[in-house]
């Protein structure tokens, strides 16, 4: 199933769909595995595997750690596609451009989609520079998701909005990946500014970590998405099973967030 | 001859592309921050008023136009060659940095911030930033690599004297390309605010671009001060390239001068065959590193690998886009000088003119000794000597061994 089709069927359900990050390979490939399927039977809906990089200029310190210690232990991309064809659920791929750009872009599109791999997102190519990518992803028919900002103007909005299918990923305030302690207030301005100008399902992203933070982004986005809780969750084991059976008792948490809303929705 | 396949002015690119290289790999969330950079640097750089108080700057404080020196001494150990000094040291603050940083901490006035913040390797263009700063009462936090902030240790202590906050980053090599990825973070969370004080010609558009309109006055001048000492142009430019602000800076006057050679010399570390260097034209592939596609020194699956040099102003895993593109169409020419063969430039330039250059630029004087010796007697060679060599006598003392008993003699 599509990531949209997915979300869309979360929404008939009354609730908002739940997004969970991991990277592959941290702690280990197999791990990173497991995690990944814990999540989704602690009631995730869509996976994005990450893709360790070895300048990740968009994660803080918890995801730049785990990944840092993926690469040390010699995750590759191929690990990604994987993770992608082992989780039961709609998945992603998560990546830092250059290295789709090294493995080939048209390579890419037809190794994720045999992989049963629902499309990318592509936290650091804009629409702007995407026109390989689009043309990949159009012949796979995998799904392209693209961001959204505070900063974003109604023109880069629409732009984002047209070049992306799947949904349309809000990252709700300025700065980089961790967990905060009150959700951004500027991600539900955001998200009433791209529902203005696109049909496509709008899922909030950075800073939502925990069951309450969850629903108060329920009540007005399509989707919660969610990484470092995950992160913490593994990092802070003391050993690989222990990490398993704790992201998906966050995955659980987060799950009944989404299913009570908190707020009225505007 | 290279460059002549070339009809169009080469001066005349302003990015965002410099044919397959440059764009803007970044996060959504900095692109307005860009666009708004981009219109203006652009309206500043066509604003009479913004260009007279550089100008002015640039004349009583940086210490602009820097003088040409001529290195007779120096050339009897390049092939007889007349040898000319492009004398970016004695800029106030010690190196080329300060155009650029002045250019910028400018810019950020103009765009109504307060804070400006900045990576460095050697502590040049930390240096600069701070200073600029200071100077025009902004707001300065730098990012340093902790593996430089040991071996440039007397940076650090001038940084914070100046004011600056001086920030260890602890990831990845702890190097250039970390306290880079450090900033942008820092630049997404704040760039209300903040200027991302850029001091390489790299990064996203505008960056490269940019950096180079700050830089071009070295190559400006220097057209003007060779045609005045020799009555012709140089044969051979030579520039240290890491980012590549110094080589870019020096070369701009000459693109269109398809008689100029121009030549940068890359980092060669323990020598490009031993994968410990940082000659990433030479020795790197076409990837995309913070924010532009370039030559990007990388694995097999895309990930950046670590840089060697000894020298921390050169220890970075890419290239401006712009000279990417110039070794591409074959304008500019780029080889690696390892280690060893930067420090014997080194030493042969302090005892011969009695001038202590930086390591990076050390190794332009080893590039134009080869240049200089291809050439012969007949030849002119224009060197950038872009900084100052203080901030290296820790690394020179223990290469040469000179704190031990008996030594130097």
New interface residues.
Partial sequence: MSARATIEQARREGRAALIGYLPVGFPDVATSVAAMRAMVAGGVDVVEVGLP??????D??LI?RAT?AA?AGGV??ADGLTAVREVAAPALVMTY???????GVARFAADLAAAGGAGAIT????P??AAAWHAAADDHGLDRV????????PE?LTL?ARSSRGFLYA?SL???TGERDVVSTTAKDLVARAKEVTDLPVCVGLGVGTGTQAAEVAAFADGVIVGSAFVRALMDAPDPASGVAAVEAVARELAAGVRKPSGVEA | MHGQAVRTPLTGRTGPYFGGFG???????????LEELDAAYRDALSDPDFMARLDELHRTYVGRPSVITEAPRFARHAGGARILLKREDLNHTGAHKINNAMGQALLTLQMGKTRVIAETGAGQHGVATATAAALLGLDAVVYMGEVDMRRQELNVVRMRLLGAEVIPVT??SRTL??A??EA??DW?????NTHYLIGSAAGPHPFPTMVRAFQQVIGEEARRQVLALAGRLPDVVCACVGGGSNAIGIFHAFLDDPEVELVGLEAGGDGVETGRHAASVSGG???????N?TY?L?D?????MESHSISAGLDYPGVGPQHAWLHDIGRARYRPVDDAAAMEAFALLCRTEGIIPAIESAHALAGAIQEGRRLGPDGIVLVNLSGRGDKDVDTAARYFGLLEEGSGS
Avoid: C
């Fill in positions: 990089y070895s300048d990740p200029l968009m803080g310190p730049q840092e690469l590759t991309p451009w250059t290295l789709v750009d090294r493995y936290p650091d190519l804009i702007d520079e693209h961001l959204v900002a505070p900063t974003s103007t880069r984002a990252a300025m700065g980089v | 764009g803007r790999f970044i996060p959504e969330a900095l692109v307005a921050a990831s990845g390309k970390d880079m990825n942008m973070r997404v969370t704040n760039v209300e592939a076409l990837g995309i590193l913070h924010g596609r990007v990388q097999a699956h895309g990930q950046t």
